[in-house]
């Protein structure tokens, strides 16, 4: 029996990933801070969802959630680490202190969330984990830096993990998802290519993690592109960036 534990699953993808996994007759823990929220996602699942409020950014707290969900619904054996946040930024008007938020909020989170499930997992020699990156973590991006910088450092954080965890029986994944909507992308200001719904990209989350691959990457065509552009020598990047988002480079 697979039973999912996921962060962040008041809303967006991760209130979608919790309904698509519970339609699939997963068991599914969902912890996220909003209650209310979490009391409809109950509502919603067919009697196959629990919910646990929690704080990512509260480690202590969110060790006892894992205590508590695996107290009343068993071992679990697939971890989502999904929740998240995003503020656009300006690099002209530098505010470090969204900068400490994002990234506080989405490694430190994701650092919490790993430090809450792995110790389970490596006892018990089986698992699996994915944490929810974004295709902003392959490069730095306008009026993104501190999303683009927190998001590359738990890719960075994920690729390490599957290498030192790959000889214990853990199996880690990184799920990279281009521009979904949800209330994060709804603070955008800019067109948002190839936009998904969260029931897309649920899909191709829960086929990910049936599956072997490290990346869980979607939608294709973009990500495609994305890692091209991953490629270009920095003078192109910029340039190209530049003519498609109207911002000077000053190239």
């Not at 936009?195 to 691959?213: H, S, V, W």
């Not at 990047?237 to 530049?242: M, N």
Request: hydrophobic fraction near 50%; charge should be positive; proline fraction near 5%.
């Amino acid at each position: 029996m697979t039973h999912l534990w996921i962060t962040g699953a008041s809303q967006g993808i991760g209130r979608a990933v919790a309904l698509a996994a519970a339609q699939r007759g997963w068991t599914v823990s969902a912890t996220a801070r909003g209650t209310e929220e979490l009391a409809a996602l109950v509502a919603e699942g067919g009697g196959r969802i629990s919910t646990f409020p929690g704080d990512i950014t509260d480690r202590a707290g969110l060790a006892a959630v894992v205590d508590a969900v695996e107290a009343a619904q068993g071992p679990i054996t697939v971890a989502v680490l999904n929740a998240g946040t995003h503020q656009p930024t300006d690099g002209a008007a530098f505010d470090p202190s969204v900068y400490d938020r994002l990234i506080g909020v989405n490694l430190g989170g994701a650092i919490n969330s790993v430090a809450a499930i792995l110790p389970r997992f490596t006892a018990r020699k089986s698992g699996r984990v994915a944490l929810v990156s974004s295709v902003a973590a392959y490069r730095g991006l306008p009026k993104a830096g501190a999303y683009c910088a927190s998001k590359a450092a738990v890719t960075a954080l994920a690729e390490s993990l599957r290498l030192d965890l790959a000889g214990v029986g853990v199996r880690v994944q990184v799920i990279h998802p281009g521009f979904v909507r949800t209330p994060l992308t709804d603070k955008n200001d800019f067109p948002m290519p190839f936009l998904m719904t969260p029931e897309a990209a649920a899909a191709r989350i829960l086929a990910g993690l049936e599956g072997d691959g490290f990346e869980i990457a979607f939608p294709r065509r973009f990500v495609f592109i994305l890692k091209l552009l991953r490629l270009l020598p920095y003078r192109l990047y910029f340039a190209l960036v530049a003519r498609q988002t109207g911002v000077s480079t000053g190239l």
